[in-house]
């Protein structure tokens, strides 16, 4: 099974909401199934199956997450030299060739990708052209609405 790269901060916060499941919503839970079963029949009370649900919910997110923790290389890029390439980790400002539009991305881990806060797959189509090149280079991503040139203005090493 191969590693899947993480940044330190997709870690953190996936141990942080393992924490939480383990510790809040998993008692909280618990402590709901016991008060609807204190209501008596178990076949038509809602509370308990809706209670039973959430902990079939819980329980499998507890599962994904230990399972993701266990197959995950984490890279702290602030410890790794800067070489001026795009790699997974780095902050990288774009410039659209066509219509000057520039945008920052920060290529991350699968988990931890959110376009809407500039956090872009290390899979995605736009990261797979940029990874290995250097600011000035000229990379095209191919889209389905056709391919579109971005110039790499700048390549960060940048703490989250």
Request: hydrophobic letters at 40%; one cysteine or more; charged letters at 30%.
């Amino acid at each position: 099974m191969s590693l899947l790269p993480m940044t330190v901060a997709g870690e953190k916060a996936l141990r942080e909401e393992l924490k939480k499941l383990k510790s809040i919503d998993r008692p909280r839970i618990t402590q709901a199934i016991a008060e609807a079963r204190a209501h008596g029949d178990l076949k038509e009370n809602a509370e308990y199956h809706a209670a039973r649900e959430q902990q079939g919910f819980c329980e499998g997110r507890i599962q994904e997450i230990e399972g993701k923790l266990a197959g995950v290389r984490v890279i702290d890029i602030t410890a790794i030299p800067y070489s001026g390439k795009v790699i997974f980790g780095t902050t990288v400002t774009l410039i659209n060739c066509d219509t000057d539009e520039e945008v920052t991305y920060r290529i991350v881990g699968e988990d931890e990708a959110n376009v809407k806060i500039g956090k872009i797959s290390v899979t995605s189509p736009i990261a797979r052209a940029l990874i290995g090149k250097e600011a000035g280079d000229v990379a095209v991503v191919v889209a389905p609405g056709g391919n579109i040139e971005y110039e790499i203005d700048k390549v960060e090493h940048l703490a989250e």
